[in-house]
């Protein structure tokens, strides 16, 4: 009997490939991990350190160095090569360095006879997905961005302090651009299947002193206070992109903010963004429509627009550049 391999490339073999690499061995995604990099080296030596793993992990997981071409039989390719923002700039000023390594890597994929499911961590991330969609010409269902999914286990993470619970017994989600005008559902926050606005007005006196616009500064903050301190984030976003990957292979129907081409949902098209969205063995099944209040309507467009106008900035600075 033969019985198919689940396989995923892992475009970039830096920091965030080698956590996404490191959180799919210990989680038995998948049976096969091919990592690969433009310094073909790395990846080797990545693949090497990580099949050291294979001794103390509960399944087996086969890690090797491949090349961009090598994908035709891949059922995932994520997307972690990219370039890093440096202090004082945004993940939106490093958009054109993105860009060019990200049409030449997905060029190279898909002529490889790639035909599975992408999964984007690298920043700007709503518009590195949104070009991996362009570039590869995929339905929106099988390009996926990390978007929001890393600020929403910081938005837990931060409210599991506040009120001292369990991070997975909130339910809740930061939306919009992964980056500076993202802003959290506050209407849609839950803990223990309680809506936290009714929380906070049944408790007036006992949460006195919660503060949500400095909760959710904070959220859309953490990574700036990780990569201030360390240079960089790995670990959330590795495990991160390992929750979608094992999603997508196991058919999970996860609900997962990622970053998505909207397709006329929330009123937007043209532009992609994070928001709460099924995810399984095709993708992305269906992007979740949360009943926002007027002002997250508001916040939501708001990042719609910028986002665009990036995305629409750079589309005809490409075109005066293949006019020149
Ligand atoms: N979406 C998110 O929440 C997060 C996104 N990131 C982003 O992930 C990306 C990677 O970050 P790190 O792993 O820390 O960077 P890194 O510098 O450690 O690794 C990047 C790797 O990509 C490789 N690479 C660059 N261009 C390539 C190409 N054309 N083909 C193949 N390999 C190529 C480099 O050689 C390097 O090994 C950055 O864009 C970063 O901003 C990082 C953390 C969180
Ligand atoms: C680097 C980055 O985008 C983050 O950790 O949020």
Redesign the pocket.
């Known amino acids: 009997m033969a019985i198919k391999s689940r396989k995923v490339t892992i ?9 996404c690499a490191y959180s799919m061995i210990n989680q038995s995604v998948c049976d096969e991990i091919m990592m ?4 073909y080296d ?2 080797v030596a990545q693949a090497l350190d990580l099949s050291h793993c294979m001794d103390f992990t509960s399944t087996r997981t086969k890690v090797y160095a491949g090349r ?1 071409e090598d994908c035709r039989d891949v059922d995932v390719v994520v997307l ?6 440096k202090p004082g700039q945004t ?1 939106l000023d ?1 958009l054109e360095e ?1 860009d060019q ?1 990200t049409r ?2 997905v060029s190279k994929v898909v002529a490889g006879g790639f035909n599975g499911v992408f999964v ?6 709503d518009i ?1 997905t949104h070009i991996v969609q362009e570039v590869s010409g995929f339905p929106r269902s099988r390009v996926i ?3 929001t ?3 929403s286990a910081r938005l837990k993470t931060l409210l599991s302090e506040v009120f001292s619970i369990d991070p997975r017994s909130v339910n809740g989600y930061a939306m919009g651009e ?1 980056g500076d005008s993202q802003f959290v559902a506050w209407s849609h926050v839950t803990i223990g299947g309680k809506p936290l606005l009714h929380i906070l007005d049944q408790h007036k006196e006992r949460f006195r002193d919660v503060n949500l616009d400095e909760i959710a500064r904070k959220t859309k903050d953490a ?1 700036w206070e990780i990569f201030t301190r360390k240079g ?3 670990f ?2 590795g495990n ?1 992109l390992a929750y979608i990957v094992r999603s997508i292979l196991n058919d999970e129907h996860r609900i997962i903010a990622v970053s998505a081409v909207l397709e006329g949902e929330y009123g937007q098209r043209e532009v992609c963004t994070g928001v709460p969205a099924i995810i399984g063995d095709v993708g992305i099944e269906e992007v979740i429509e949360l009943n926002l209040s007027e002002e997250e309507l508001e916040k939501f467009n708001h990042s719609c627009n910028i986002l665009r106008n990036a995305m629409n900035g750079l589309r005809t600075r490409n075109e005066g550049k293949s006019m020149a």
């Open positions: 475009v970039g073999s830096g920091l965030v490939g080698a956590a690969v990099d433009r310094t790395r990846a961009l972690t090569a990219g370039a890093n923002p993940r490093v993105a390594i030449d890597l984007v961590a690298a920043n700007p991330v590195v961005g990390t978007g999914s890393i600020d992964h990574g960089n984030t790995q959330g976003i991160a």
